[in-house]
């Protein structure tokens, strides 16, 4: 784990309120918020859920308007929208919303794959989650050009794995990624059993 959810998880284990404000702009809490876009509540109980699961270890307000703005958009893609519909719709909403973040985004159709940043920032992490959904053609392709570019690539890869995932589906995710996954038959146990007790 990151150092920001590190000292938040031992400072909530000591049980020290005083120090427990984590004040952080990195990326830790957008790489476990896409999970959320699957609730299905009004707009308002949404945002509460974010900035509850933001707050356990991030409490600046850019690392909430990252997480929703991340979900936002995969809320998108749940309706059907195409990649220009998304990118204009969310270019419009973080005009008004997340403005910092919209000075990156209305250039991302200018940056050259070497200039991409992939530091723990959320900043350039959501951007270049975003970089691999607009410029890249399918969800292999816009991971291996994400996590090449090394850095904090985990969480990187991450955010575009999830933004991509949603967009091309989970068969879009070539097979012999699957076969080496660690875990897998845990792991598609507890969905088949998710699955079945939301039936």
């Not at 409490?59 to 997480?67: G, I, R, V, Y």
């Not at 990649?83 to 997340?98: G, R, T």
Request: with cysteine.
């Amino acid at each position: 784990i990151g150092g920001t959810t590190q000292r938040a998880i031992a400072k909530l284990l000591k049980q020290n309120k005083e120090e427990f404000k984590n004040v952080s702009l990195s990326n830790g809490s957008l790489m476990r918020c896409s999970p959320l876009a699957l609730l299905n509540c009004d707009e308002a109980s949404l945002k509460n859920i974010i900035k509850i699961q933001n707050n356990i270890t991030h409490e600046m307000e850019d690392a909430f308007l990252a997480d929703l703005f991340l979900i936002k958009a995969i809320k998108l893609i749940e309706q059907g929208k195409s990649k220009d519909e998304i990118y204009n719709l969310m270019l419009a909403w973080s005009e008004l919303n997340f403005k910092f973040f919209h000075n990156y985004l209305q250039h991302i159709y200018s940056v050259r794959w070497d200039k991409l940043e992939t530091s723990g920032s959320v900043y350039e992490t959501l951007f270049v989650a975003f970089w691999g959904l607009l410029r890249c053609t399918n969800f292999e392709e816009a991971l291996i050009m994400v996590v090449n570019r090394g850095d904090d690539a985990d969480t990187c890869g991450a955010v575009t794995g999830a933004l991509c995932g949603a967009f091309y589906g989970v068969e879009a995710i070539p097979e012999r990624w699957l076969k080496v996954i660690q875990k897998k038959e845990e792991i598609e146990k507890e969905l088949d059993r998710i699955i079945l007790s939301e039936a």
